[in-house]
């Protein structure tokens, strides 16, 4: 393995994680900076939206930019703190060149509920300057709880 490889498998696993990390804590701003401008989020069984513009207001309601975090504006039980935590495992380099690469990896989402959701991404990533940013990803979502707080579509 040579080391620009080692370099750009932290720098996606850095853009990987700043995408959770971002949208768990309701930073929709920076979450969709790990795109590329003209990127593409495909969700299965719902829609493809086409840059970082679209991608924000489709994310809108589960990423929001309140402090408070995720979804704040839901009503909610006084007593009961919004939580949102992604945990990304088993991330798979499918292909890994200078230019591009494909990575695959599963997704589970635990809310102040429990378990909520689960799935997979299926990422394509390309340099731009110092960092990998996502040029499309795909969301599949492979089971959901039927009272998901957040899984769209379940």
């Known amino acids: 393995m040579e080391i620009w490889e080692l370099v750009a498998r932290e720098r996606i696993r ?3 994680a700043d995408y959770n990390w971002s949208g768990d804590s309701g930073r929709s701003a920076e979450m969709i900076q790990t795109f590329c401008p003209g990127g593409r989020l495909e969700v299965r069984g719902l829609k493809t939206v086409h840059g970082r513009d679209e991608i924000a207001a ?3 309601g589960v990423a929001q930019s309140d402090p408070a975090g995720p979804a704040a504006s839901r009503p909610e039980p006084a007593a ?3 939580i949102v935590r992604h945990a990304l495992t088993n991330i798979r380099f499918l292909e890994l060149t200078p230019e591009r690469a494909r990575v695959a990896s599963y997704f589970t989402v635990f809310t102040e509920a429990g378990l909520d959701h689960y ?3 299926r990422d394509e990533l390309v340099p731009v300057g110092d960092a990998w940013l996502i040029r499309h990803r ?3 979502t ?3 709880a039927p009272d998901s707080t ?3 579509g379940h």
């Open 150 to 152: 957040m899984a769209a």
């Open 138 to 140: 795909l969301v599949s």
């Open 119 to 121: 799935g997979r991404y």
């Open 80 to 82: 009961v703190k919004r």
């Open 14 to 16: 850095d853009a990987l």
């Open 58 to 60: 489709f994310l809108g």
């Open 142 to 144: 492979d089971w959901a």
